[in-house]
T-cell receptor
Framework: DTGVSQDPRHKITKRGQNVTFRCDPI?????LYWYRQTLGQGPEFLTY????????KSRLLSDRFSAERPKGSFSTLEIQRTEQGDSAMYLC??????????????FGPGTRLTVL | TQLLEQSPQFLSIQEGENLTVYCNSS?????LQWYRQEPGEGPVLLVT?????EVKKLKRLTFQFGDARKDSSLHITAAQPGDTGLYLC??????????FGSGTKLNVKP
């Protein structure tokens, strides 16, 4: 098992551009989560999927943000018309079948977004 | 409003000292996780506690889950510079949702 992977690890973009991040969860896990984290703070929940269904979206997620998990495996998070306030670490985590506890999340290394 | 409150927010100690980090809530969780995170990396799982009153030991780290499953503590014995990082607790609530504390930033000076 290779763990949760995220791509890219770093992204620098100009204000107004669109960006897309990818997350590949642990293969047996049916739940996938996206979080945003700013420096020195805990992760803030953005959205989560059970299989391909998006079950909850945070109010933090404006209309410029969209997430998909089309086949219940990898997921993408797109931010349209980026703003400087979007600069943060975007974390993906998965949980579900196959771990020591179905309640436990395992995180990827994150994608660091910088909006100039 | 944070569902989970961690204290202290910052801790700077000398190598060899002991410390305790607290994670408190008014809500009940089905389980609670502790993570350690280094700058620029994702959180790395340290432990999951599930049963009220449970105590788990991981080398110099001791984790305790409160009897009512609302709070937890992490105790580090003889801290080392390699323990430096952001310690996060996360509670598993209803509908597979997780709630994070704001973290405790630990700095262990050699």
């Amino acid at each position: 098992d290779t763990g949760v992977s995220q791509d890219p690890r770093h992204k620098i973009t100009k204000r107004g551009q669109n960006v897309t991040f990818r997350c590949d969860p642990i293969s047996e896990h049916n739940r996938l989560y996206w979080y945003r984290q700013t420096l020195g703070q805990g992760p803030e929940f953005l959205t989560y999927f059970q299989n391909e269904a998006q079950l909850e979206k945070s109010r933090l997620l404006s209309d410029r943000f969209s997430a998909e998990r089309p086949k219940g495996s990898f997921s993408t998070l797109e931010i349209q018309r980026t703003e400087q306030g979007d600069s943060a670490m975007y974390l993906c985590a998965s949980s579900g079948r196959g771990g020591p506890s179905t309640d436990t999340q395992y995180f990827g290394p994150g994608t660091r977004l910088t909006v100039l | 409003t944070q569902l989970l409150e961690q204290s202290p927010q910052f801790l700077s100690i000398q190598e060899g000292e002991n410390l305790t980090v607290y994670c408190n809530s008014s809500s009940v969780f089905s389980s609670l996780q502790w993570y350690r995170q280094e700058p620029g990396e994702g959180p790395v799982l340290l432990v999951t506690v599930v049963t009220g009153g449970e105590v788990k030991k991981l080398k110099r780290l001791t984790f305790q889950f409160g009897d009512a499953r609302k709070d937890s503590s992490l105790h580090i014995t003889a801290a080392q510079p390699g323990d430096t990082g952001l310690y996060l607790c996360a509670g598993a609530g209803n509908f597979n949702k997780f709630y994070f504390g704001s973290g405790t930033k630990l700095n262990v000076k050699p």
